[in-house]
């Protein structure tokens, strides 16, 4: 019988190799429910896309880049440079959603790893994300 813990330890591994239960990888995007732990240990940028007034209304991650999404190209001038050494990008909306069209929008636009962030700021601050002000 698999313990809780070994499960969790199975799923951390999982995830590190590129795979993610209960997550789906769709053409050049992935979407995953990841922690701030496992964003945080992946060294990707955190770009939460949501608007200035979602963000004052629960607050941020600490050390996220807050930047709305409202076409690729727009954001792209926003991030570029700070996706320039090739680290993942994990996008972060409400509920995900965003995040997802958002990862769409930018597949094959840039050569790094995207991630569309399950679940968004919702599951996070559910799972005790403690946030800062914006």
């Known amino acids: 019988m698999i313990t809780k813990r070994q499960m969790l ?4 591994a999982l995830v590190g190799l590129g795979f993610a239960v209960g997550g789906a990888q769709a053409e050049g995007y992935e979407s995953l429910p990841m922690s701030l732990a496992e964003m945080q ?3 990707g940028l955190i770009v939460d896309i949501r608007t200035p007034e ?3 209304e629960t607050g941020v991650i600490a050390g996220a880049k ?3 999404f409202a076409d690729a190209d727009s954001f792209l001038a926003e991030v570029g440079t700070d996706l320039a050494d090739g680290r993942p990008l ?9 995040s997802a069209a ?3 929008a930018l597949a094959g636009k840039i ?3 995207i991630v569309s962030v399950d679940g968004g700021m919702g599951r996070l ?4 994300v403690q946030t800062v002000a914006p």
Request: charged share 20%; net charge positive.
């Open 9 to 12: 330890g199975y799923g951390a």
């Open 41 to 43: 240990a992946s060294g």
């Open 54 to 56: 979602e963000w004052a």
């Open 66 to 68: 807050l930047v709305t």
């Open 90 to 98: 994990l996008l972060v909306c409400r509920s995900g959603r965003r």
């Open 102 to 104: 958002a990862a769409e």
């Open 111 to 113: 050569p790094n790893r």
């Open 125 to 128: 601050i559910g799972e005790g």
